[in-house]
């Protein structure tokens, strides 16, 4: 059982470039999030998606776009990278649900030069 | 707004001897209130949760919580620190009606052998 799976796990992007983070989960669960984790700011939501087909933007979400694919697939996509978008990027998952458990995957470490 | 303080930054023991990590939260209601470990290179593993009942709570690896509603805290306990337990530890609480989490900035434990 995979759980949560994120790729790349590392990448290396010029200013303007574009790419998207891939993460999908086995786990059956209706929602699914985006953060992005920075030093001495802990973890701060991008985008999530409470269910499959909706998605809502969390703290930081301005230079990203978001696909829920299916229930299992949730992309993140940087349209025009810039340096400050360098971060390490999780994908979660959770039941849908006021005591939702989070479960994350192991990170997507980005640079943007 | 609801946030999540983690007062320490780093905090440095020595293998065998007691840990407490500090967690403040501002939120108006109960609040459901989580510790994630972060090893080095990989994603958040929840320690344990609290969302109601007994407030001294058990979670995996040997550590515990206690919430205290009257000084609005959630702070971590281990009564004798292993070198494996250097990691990085975040608390988070559940946002009213969004399900969200808010992370507090973490606080970083480095074991000395």
């Known amino acids: 059982n995979a759980g949560v799976t994120q790729t790349p796990k590392f990448q290396v992007l010029k200013t303007g470039q574009s790419m998207t983070l891939q993460c999908a989960q086995d786990?059956?669960?209706?929602?699914m999030y985006w953060y992005r984790q920075d030093p001495g700011m802990g973890l701060r939501l991008i985008y999530y998606?409470?269910?499959?087909?909706?998605?809502d933007k969390g703290e930081v979400p301005n230079g990203y776009n978001v696909s829920r694919l299916n229930k299992r697939e949730f992309s993140l996509r940087l349209e025009s990278a810039a340096p400050s978008q360098t971060s390490v990027y999780f994908c979660?998952?959770?039941?849908?649900?006021?005591?939702?458990?989070?479960?994350f995957g192991a990170g997507t470490r980005l640079s943007v030069l | 707004a609801q946030s999540v303080t983690q007062p320490d930054i780093h905090i440095t023991v020595s293998e065998g001897a007691s840990l407490e990590l500090r967690c403040n939260y501002s939120?108006?209601?109960?609040?459901?209130l989580f510790w994630y470990v972060q090893s080095p290179g990989q994603g958040l593993q929840l320690l344990l949760k609290y969302f109601s009942g007994d407030t001294l709570v058990q979670g995996i690896k040997g550590f515990e919580a206690e919430f205290k509603r009257s000084q609005s805290s959630f702070n971590l306990r281990k009564p004798s620190v292993h070198w494996s337990d250097a990691a990085e530890y975040f608390c988070?609480?559940?946002?009213?009606?969004?399900?969200?989490?808010?992370f507090g900035t973490g606080t970083r434990l480095k074991v000395l052998a």
């Open positions: 988070a609480v559940i946002t009213s009606g969004t399900y969200k989490y808010i």
């Open positions: 979660a998952s959770s039941e849908q649900g006021a005591k939702n458990i989070q479960y």
């Open positions: 998606s409470a269910s499959e087909g909706t998605t």
């Open positions: 939120y108006g209601a109960t609040p459901y």
């Open positions: 786990m059956n669960h209706n929602s």
